[in-house]
């Protein structure tokens, strides 16, 4: 299992991004948390500036779309080349078909569930999918406090994904820092979101490995 750092830049200096980027090149990707202040409420960036930073990131981008319709609107986002689009379960209408839809745009196709929703209903769906995203804050804001009592989901989605034998990145994000991103890799997470714990740091970089020291302190591969 391969362990992977996404700081969010929702944590770094909206007027500086291309620079902020280049403060974390050694991550494995930059997550890009797009909110359109209907299906969260909050209003962060959207299509043209996923598009421009996808021009100058020195890392895959990783857009998480806090949006409603993404049906409509996350091909798109695929089309900037992004390397992986990650829409709500919540707010799907045919999760399948846009998973499917994302895929043909050359995406990984990722869906996100909120810390109460329930993941063995879309378990079928798994094969449809390249990550799945446990909300370990409500989605919305940046610097929330971890809610560990997502933790048992995700176990249990790590336990469902090795049963069906599926290649599968299990993705947290909310509240991850150096206390508690060896919780989330004992619960069998490998892909890890970190905003303010990364872009607060004085070196983002070294920020960057710590995290990833601490995760494979404590994963089970």
């Known amino acids: 299992?391969?362990?992977?750092?996404?700081?969010?830049?929702?944590?770094?200096?909206f007027a500086n991004l291309e620079a902020e980027l280049g403060r974390i090149a050694n991550a494995d990707m930059a997550h890009v948390d797009v909110m359109d202040n209907h299906f969260v409420p909050n209003l962060t960036l959207g299509l043209p500036i996923v598009a421009r930073?996808?021009?100058?990131?020195?890392?895959?981008?990783?857009?998480?779309?806090?949006?409603?319709?993404?049906?409509?609107?996350?091909?798109s986002y695929a089309e900037t080349?992004?390397?992986?689009?990650?829409?709500?379960?919540?707010?799907?209408?045919?999760?399948?078909?846009?998973?499917?839809?994302?895929?043909?745009?050359?995406?990984?196709?990722g869906m996100a569930i909120?810390?109460?929703?329930?993941?063995?209903p879309f378990y079928e769906l798994l094969p449809e999918l390249d990550?799945?995203?446990?909300?370990?804050?409500e989605p919305g804001f940046g610097g929330q406090s971890f809610i560990e009592s997502t933790m048992p989901k995700l176990r249990a989605l790590r336990d469902e994904v090795g049963r069906r034998d599926l290649d599968i990145w299990l993705q947290?994000?909310?509240?991850?820092?150096?206390?508690?991103?060896?919780?989330?890799?004992?619960?069998?997470?490998?892909?890890?979101?970190?905003g303010s714990s990364v872009f607060g740091a004085e070196v983002a970089a070294e920020?960057?490995?710590?995290?990833?020291?601490?995760?494979?302190e404590h994963s089970h591969s």
Do not use: C, Y
Not at 131 to 137: P, S
């Open 1 to 13: 299992m391969t362990l992977r750092i996404n700081p969010s830049i929702l944590a770094s200096d």
């Open 53 to 75: 930073l996808q021009e100058v990131s020195p890392i895959p981008l990783d857009v998480h779309l806090m949006i409603d319709d993404p049906d409509r609107w996350a091909p």
């Open 81 to 109: 080349g992004a390397a992986s689009v990650t829409f709500h379960a919540e707010a799907a209408a045919d999760p399948r078909a846009l998973a499917r839809a994302l895929r043909d745009r050359g995406a990984r196709a």
């Open 114 to 120: 909120k810390p109460g929703t329930a993941a063995e």
């Open 131 to 137: 990550m799945l995203l446990v909300m370990t804050v």
């Open 172 to 194: 947290v994000d909310g509240g991850i820092n150096d206390d508690t991103i060896g919780i989330a890799a004992e619960a069998g997470a490998d892909v890890f979101v970190a």
């Open 207 to 216: 920020q960057v490995e710590r995290l990833r020291t601490l995760a494979g």
